[in-house]
């Protein structure tokens, strides 16, 4: 059984960091693609960025430059790295597999707010 936890949002201030981490089990993510996705109220669920099982990755226009993916293979967990937060990235950050991610590993999701 697949089950991704995500963790490492809270309230941060324009222009901050923030570092979410996506704890995978039941799949190994050195053969899957993993990607962060977000959905803030009132709007769909988008992609914020993808790391193929190659390495590539892929952002969305709103993030690059800002955002950065990784993967810990040996722990089996993927990482988004977020700075100069602005207050538009406040949504729920939810990781799934990419590029096709799957009804069934939607988890709980992580609060990230950016507000002074």
């Known amino acids: 059984q697949v089950q991704l936890v995500e963790s490492g949002g809270g309230l941060v201030q324009p222009g901050g960091s923030l570092r979410l981490a996506c704890a995978a089990s039941g799949i190994i993510l050195r053969f899957s693609g993993l990607g962060w996705y977000r959905q803030a109220p009132g709007k769909q669920r988008e992609l914020v960025a993808g790391?193929?099982?190659?390495?590539?990755?892929n952002y969305t226009d709103s993030v690059k430059g800002r955002f950065t993916i990784s993967r810990d293979n040996a722990k089996n967990t993927v990482f988004l790295q977020m700075n100069s937060l602005k207050p538009e990235d406040t949504a729920v950050y939810y990781c799934n597999v990419y590029p096709n991610p799957r009804n069934v590993y939607w988890g709980q999701g992580t609060q990230v707010t950016v507000s002074s």
């Open positions: 790391k193929t099982r190659g390495g590539v990755s």
